[in-house]
């Protein structure tokens, strides 16, 4: 039953929806792993909404900032949304500390993954825009970067979302 999907594309470009839906196809009640911190007001708002959505859903729902191995969700479907606030939580605790952050949530993706579940990882394309003038946000992006690329080359399937579109990429 493993299998790893990853669904990435840019802010606001469908994935969450995508995810959900595809989860909730596989399973009557899927795990839903939320991984944000609340960040501001405006964030926990977003939040509230995600949950919101999710309430008139059969959703099993864990919130794990950092630690998502520490869950047992073997042979179920489970929805990480997502490795950006993931990666965000790392990184902000190891005071952005790119090395050390990537190394930590690859240890945690592979522990993660060792489990005989169907994961389904969403994930955010920033460094498809321009580059930050700002040192920590370039340090970020990099940090996403190639923890995107290290989840994809462990996928059995990548989904890229464009204005709402799913595009199999592989």
Known sequence: ????HLIT?????GKSSHAEKLALSLAEKPIYLATSRVWDEEHRQRIALHKANRAAQSWINIEEEKFMSTHDVSNQVVLIDCITLWATNFFYDLDSDVSASLEGLKAEFDKLTQQDAHFIFVTNEIGMGEM???TIQRKFADLQGW???YIAQRADEVTLM?????????
């Not at 039953?1 to 790893?4: A, P």
């Not at 594309?9 to 470009?13: A, D, L, T």
Request: charged share 20%; aromatic share 0%.
């Open 147 to 149: 923890l995107n690329q």
């Open 1 to 4: 039953m493993r299998k790893i």
């Open 132 to 134: 930050s003038i700002n």
């Open 9 to 13: 594309g840019g802010q606001r470009s």
């Open 162 to 170: 464009v204005s709402g579109i799913p595009v199999k990429i592989k």
